[in-house]
């Protein structure tokens, strides 16, 4: 096939990012299904079990067209770090390749991508006391902003890598400063793993045709049971809380189960949640100069397969 050299080999993976909505998962399972491959998740939410309609998790359908890999790995209340995501993915990767199959990426969580295209660094633990305390921190009105400005004094390089919507890895970064006396960028200049061999495709529409793509999406989860869903999850206790809380869709809804909001109000913030989250992760993926950019109006498998590299952003 024309384009991208090996992409579509076990040799290499294709990685399909962009911000939510945008149409990645469609456009990955008709790349897989021409190309004989497989997919592994890229979304931080969707390794939870249960948290199926909100993160928009690939159907059992979809899964039966193509096999999925990375989804369902987590409890509610248990939490992954990217590097913990490295590893479950490495093994994906080395099992789909003894298949001889491709294997194609999807998915928006940032720091997961960031994983596979740049690598990760071990760096030493955090006390769970300090732990405890930075997390008390960033849930304070301007706490998040306190501690970025102290990370960023101390390690610039560091705090360029941070995602905002990622206030875990910013307590992360923050203890293991304030754990080593060492800026975090220089730990991982000792530790980097390597890149996976990889092509990186982001998608992107106009952001008016993203936004209502957006508002569409969130009205036909809760057509779909959203609200049952949470509530049924947020039984579970006090871990299932920890973790809505923490997952845009869900966090919203907590408020109108606890007797404070309605869920007309709540709606409306789901949505706007989700489009902040999207210009966030657009952004992210602008650091990246070597991506292909392509407005997924128009992207196909083929024409994905044969584009060459242009710069950034839709035009």
Do not use: C
Not at 65 to 81: C, E, F
Not at 131 to 141: G, H, I, K, N, P
Not at 256 to 270: K, N, Q, T, Y
């Amino acid at each position: 096939m024309a384009g991208f050299p090996g992409v579509v080999s076990p040799s290499e993976v294709l990685v399909i990012a962009g911000p939510t909505a945008v149409g990645k998962s469609s456009l990955a399972l008709a790349v897989a299904e021409q190309v004989g491959g497989e997919i592994a998740s890229a979304d931080s939410r969707q390794l939870y079990r249960g948290l199926d309609v909100g993160t928009a998790k690939p159907t059992a359908a979809e899964q039966r067209r193509v096999p999925h890999h990375l989804l369902d790995r987590l409890d509610l209340g248990q939490r992954a770090t990217a590097g913990q995501y490295r590893t479950w993915f490495d093994e994906v990767a080395a099992d789909v390749a003894s298949r001889n199959r491709p294997l194609i990426v999807v998915g928006g969580s940032t720091l997961y991508v960031h994983a596979l295209v740049e690598g990760l660094a071990e760096l030493p633990p955090v006390p769970t006391a300090l732990e405890a305390d930075l997390l008390r921190v960033v849930a304070s009105q301007s706490g998040a902003r306190d501690l970025f400005d102290e990370l960023a004094a101390a390690d610039p390089k560091a705090a360029a890598t941070l995602d905002p919507t990622k206030t875990h890895r910013l307590v992360r970064l923050v203890g293991v400063w304030r754990t080593t006396g060492r800026p975090p960028s220089e730990l991982w200049a000792a530790s980097q793993t390597p890149r996976v061999s990889s092509r990186l495709v982001v998608l992107d529409r106009p952001r008016e045709t993203l936004y209502a793509r957006i508002d569409r999406r969130v009205d036909a989860m809760v057509e779909h049971g959203l609200v049952d869903e949470a509530k049924a999850l947020l039984d579970r206790g006090p871990a299932a809380r920890r973790t809505l809380a923490a997952t845009i869709g869900y966090q919203e809804l907590l408020p109108v189960f606890d007797g404070e909001r309605s869920l007309d109000e709540a709606i409306p913030l789901i949505k706007r949640n989700s489009r902040r989250y999207a210009k966030r992760q657009l952004t992210w993926y602008r650091r990246y100069a070597d991506a292909l950019w392509m407005d997924a109006r128009t992207a196909t498998p083929q024409n994905l397969l044969d584009a060459p590299p242009k710069t950034p952003g839709v035009r």
